[in-house]
């Protein structure tokens, strides 16, 4: 069992806390040793993955930018780290990323959220999405939207016609088009389908039919599941994604997250997501920050976070192990060892 540091005196203050964050962020020079490495839980980050990080660039504030981010995961020893963003592909970023960071031992992966920015549910936005890079490959994961869905703008108590305009999966029959055909391209590509995110109902509707099809690396978002939800998209062979921002207080904040009106998630119930992830089991869950915004910590020190909240319920390390770095490793086909730029390329 670990033995855990006393904390300092004033630890609990808000002063101290943003002046921890401030020591995390600081910029550093790529071979210089994390400066937080005595916190504890930091091993916990050796191999991880962070299958979703938000550090690309946005209409709001980020903590990191995509090499801050990269480089920051080298110090704390991640092995892989997914990029995510509502308004575009990330295929190229990430590419670039490997390009120009590949040396430090991060696999930077990205692809693309359906939402109308970046071209909407579009076959084509798919293969562009799938071909873009370097000629090493492209997208490693297609997504539903995350907000232009009738689930979230309901939620956001946005105005009928403008959920009219949102994705909605029915009830009964097949899939809308286009679906099926973006489902059956995430298969060609063998790439990972996100069921984004859409109420448990349709999550399970969906994952059914993507399986039917023949997909077998699927992605649920689980936050917000219940039992019953989460257990038939497990059944479907989808795994769970638990992301540490919706167990914060960053719902607690009205923010804007894809045009000017701000809104707020519900928090998340964690007891439930323990509950849960324990009757599941861990080979059947991913855990990963969901960070970048101004209002968390950076994604490194986000994903330590929340990797210490489960150890603090019991999790032990092989536990924690596969949902962090084993499972994500394998869903997203992430390298052990990026292919290094030449030698004379230097940051």
């Keep these: 069992m670990r033995r855990h540091r006393v904390a300092p005196p004033g630890a609990g ?31 916990l980050l050796a191999g991880a993955v962070d299958s979703h990080v938000h550090c690309c660039p946005h209409i709001n504030r980020r903590t990191v930018s995509v090499f801050e981010a990269v480089r920051q995961a080298a110090r704390a020893g991640l092995r892989g780290l997914g990029l995510m963003d509502v308004f575009a592909n990330t295929s190229g970023l990430a590419a670039l990323a490997n390009r120009e960071l590949g040396r430090l031992g991060v696999d930077v992966f990205g692809g693309i959220i359906l939402e109308p920015y970046a071209g909407g549910l579009s076959p084509r936005s798919v293969r562009t999405a799938l071909g873009m890079g370097y000629g090493d490959g492209g997208a490693r994961f297609v997504s539903l939207p995350c907000h232009h869905t009738a689930f979230v703008a309901c939620s956001e108590r946005r105005s009928p016609a403008y959920v009219d305009t949102c994705l909605a999966i029915p009830e009964a029959g097949e899939l809308p088009d286009p679906l099926p055909e973006i489902i059956d391209l995430c298969v060609e590509a063998d790439v990972v389908f996100n069921l984004g995110h859409i109420s448990g109902p349709e999550a399970v509707k969906v ?29 479907a062979g989808c795994l769970l994604e638990y992301s540490f921002f919706v167990f914060t207080h960053a719902t607690d ?44 910590p950076p994604p490194v020190e986000a994903f330590r976070e929340f990797l210490v909240m489960f150890e603090s319920c019991g999790f032990f390390g092989h536990e924690l192990r596969a949902m962090s770095a084993d499972n994500p490793a394998r869903l997203f086909k992430v390298r052990s060892a990026p292919a290094a730029p030449d030698e004379d390329n230097h940051v």
Aim: glycine share 8%.
């Design 13 to 43: 203050t808000l002063d101290f806390q943003l002046s921890r964050m401030v020591m995390i962020h600081q910029p550093t020079t790529d071979s210089e040793p994390q400066a937080a490495s005595g916190v504890p839980g930091m091993d």
């Design 207 to 235: 994952a059914e039919q993507a399986a039917r099809r023949g997909c077998r690396r699927l992605l649920a978002p689980a936050g917000y599941l219940s039992p019953d939800e989460a257990t038939a998209i497990v059944g």
């Design 253 to 296: 904040i009205p923010q804007t997250m894809i045009d000017a009106e701000r809104h707020r998630f519900a928090r998340a119930d964690f007891s439930r997501a323990l509950s849960i992830v324990r009757s599941v089991g861990v080979g059947n869950v991913i855990l990963s920050s969901d960070s970048g915004a101004v209002v968390l």
